[in-house]
């Protein structure tokens, strides 16, 4: 393998993305599909949880989902900014069912709260999309002792959320999903096993591949669900924006986001996420890594944009993941 694998997964992404992820890209793809049918959805009788939803693409979603009116409930960090956003949001749409849950997607005690609240307010869930996101320029470890960009985007934020979810989940009778907001970062990686993500020392911490391995995770995990009859009925798909001009992105990349340019606008990075949470059942592909409306590869490590192997994890590792999960948030395989 060499240096083959890697040095192909990293540029051939940014050449793939070039093509699919910015807003060109986006113009592409939805020159192809029904771009009105968002606006007709009705999603009155319909219970949605979005986390990270006062800012970026998950109060772009959730001001979509509102204007169509759904129930929605923000999961948000930041109680302060969550009020202005349901504030505006409730005006904006002139849905007053939009809620907040305070809670930090990071922490255990936070998500299982948060999800108590909920089911002490509804018995039914809908839709869930995982969006909740962190990443720090050095390893910072949670008072739970998990790195924080893993437990947020992967351990607790997805995997544990969407399992406490499940019940909510199946008393939905049309078209339950859960849909978990990866990123094409991903493609630059392989999941690496549970001691490199979580206890590596800080020494070696690295915040692109921190945030990598758990977007990878994500796309992992819904493959896994989607395989496992016990989730059978419940679509389950990872998913991604593309490249958004996002305050994450000009926080992260900053004068560097010229790279990705023409970003996508807010609303074109969100476009696909929305339609995956309003359109028919029978049309989502559980397990599969959308973008636009379309399920498009999970790996670009071979030559001339095929999978190649150095992305791709053995089924083996996939478990060795999933019991990792399953033992550090106690529930049940």
């Known amino acids: 393998m060499g240096l083959f694998g890697p040095l192909a997964a990293t540029t051939q992404f940014y050449l793939y993305g070039r093509r699919h992820c910015t807003a060109k890209g986006w113009a592409r793809a939805s020159a192809n599909y029904d771009l009105g049918m968002l606006d007709t959805a009705d999603l009155t009788s319909k219970v949605f949880i979005v986390t990270g939803a006062n800012s970026g693409i998950g109060r772009c979603l959730s001001d979509y989902l509102a204007s169509r009116g759904a129930s929605l409930y923000m999961v948000c960090r930041n109680e302060a900014r969550a009020e202005v956003a349901m504030r505006e949001i409730r005006a904006s749409s002139g849905n007053d069912k939009v809620h907040m ?118 796309v992992l995990l819904a493959e896994a669900w989607a395989s496992d009859p016990f989730f059978t009925g419940i679509s389950i798909a990872s998913c991604h924006p593309g490249w958004a001009d996002t305050p994450g992105v000009d926080c992260w990349l900053g004068r560097g986001k010229a790279a990705l340019a023409p970003l996508r606008t807010l609303w074109q990075g969100t476009e696909g996420i929305a339609w995956l949470c309003v359109c ?51 529930m049940p395989g």
């Open 101 to 218: 849950l305070i809670g930090d997607c990071s922490l255990a005690t936070d998500v299982r709260r948060v999800m108590q609240e909920f089911g002490n307010r509804e018995q039914r869930l809908d839709g869930l999309v995982c969006n909740a996101g962190a990443i720090t320029p050095t390893k910072t470890v949670t008072s739970e002792g998990y790195e924080v960009t893993l437990a947020t985007h992967l351990l607790h934020g997805s995997y544990l959320l969407a399992t406490l979810a499940m019940p909510h989940l199946r008393r939905c009778e049309a078209g339950p999903r859960v849909l978990f907001v990866s990123s094409g970062g991903m493609y630059n990686t392989p999941w690496p096993g549970w001691a490199t993500a979580n206890d590596a020392p800080a020494s070696e911490y690295n915040q692109e591949l921190a945030y990598a391995y758990a977007k990878r995770g994500q």
């Open 280 to 330: 028919p059942q029978e049309e989502i592909q559980s397990g599969e890594f959308y973008l636009d409306r379309a399920p498009r590869t999970k790996h670009l490590s071979g030559p001339f944009f095929t999978e190649g192997t150095f992305t791709q994890n053995s089924p083996e590792e996939v478990s060795e993941l999933m019991q990792a999960m399953r033992d550090a948030t106690r």
